[in-house]
């Protein structure tokens, strides 16, 4: 069955600087998500994605945040200058429509900023 | 604004019995209902939704949720739980008319005795 894809599983930076975390999402699917769940706490929405621009972004998902589909397969999340309260576990997710259809999660991307 | 209260921060129930999982949302019209299931080390797995139309959902895995209305409560249900089942469970909503980003609930953790 297909999957929603994440690397790395776990990632360690110091404060301040740069990360990207990667998604191969459903070969066939158009929408595409960020979540984030910090430690103890709910999942949140970052933003989502669909014919290459961002169609939603929450108010977390500020100038420090970017996204992009630098190919027909990886979808990307970067984080331009890290901050301690970045540290969260960061979902990617995938559907084939939009609005109501199941949305696919990866396994997700530990952060941890120092 | 949209949200999702999940009541029990933790249930434990023992293996054989029946479970049911309390979801409360708020939300001026009628959302998209999901309920995820999280493992250990996992990412989120669909284990039902509501789109439309019969008020009571079949999902993967035996269980089952109902949607009413009047109650703005979406509870998720199972006869007879098995030791697999222990794991975090979220009730998230979907606004309809947006671009498919999903509000979650805190989680409830299910534990299972032998």
């Known amino acids: 069955e297909p999957e929603v894809t994440q690397t790395p599983s776990h990632q360690v930076t110091q404060m301040g600087q740069e990360v990207i975390l990667r998604c191969v999402p459903i070969s066939n699917h158009l929408y595409f998500y960020w979540y984030r769940q910090i430690l103890g706490q709910k999942v949140e929405f970052l933003v989502s994605f669909y014919n290459n621009e961002i169609s939603e972004k929450s108010e977390i998902f500020d100038d420090q945040f970017s996204v992009e589909r630098p190919d027909g397969s990886n979808f990307t999340l970067k984080i331009r200058s890290t901050k301690l309260e970045d540290s969260a576990m960061y979902f990617c997710?995938?559907?084939?429509?939009?609005?109501?259809?199941?949305?696919?999660f990866g396994p997700g991307t530990r952060l941890t900023v120092l | 604004a949209q949200s999702v209260t999940q009541p029990d921060i933790h249930i434990t129930v023992s293996e054989g019995a029946s479970l049911e999982l309390r979801c409360n949302y708020s939300y001026g019209a009628t959302p998209y209902l999901f309920w995820y299931v999280q493992s250990p080390g996992q990412g989120l797995q669909l284990l039902l939704k509501?789109?439309?139309?019969?008020?009571l959902v079949q999902g993967i895995k035996g269980f089952e949720a109902e949607f009413k209305r009047s109650q703005s409560s979406f509870n998720l249900r199972k006869p007879s739980v098995h030791w697999s089942d222990a794991a975090e469970y979220f009730c998230a909503v979907g606004a309809r008319g947006s671009q498919g980003n999903l509000i979650f609930g805190k989680g409830t953790k299910l534990s299972v005795k032998p």
């Open positions: 997710a995938s559907s084939l429509g939009g609005p109501g259809d199941t949305q696919y």
């Open positions: 509501y789109f439309s139309g019969d008020t």
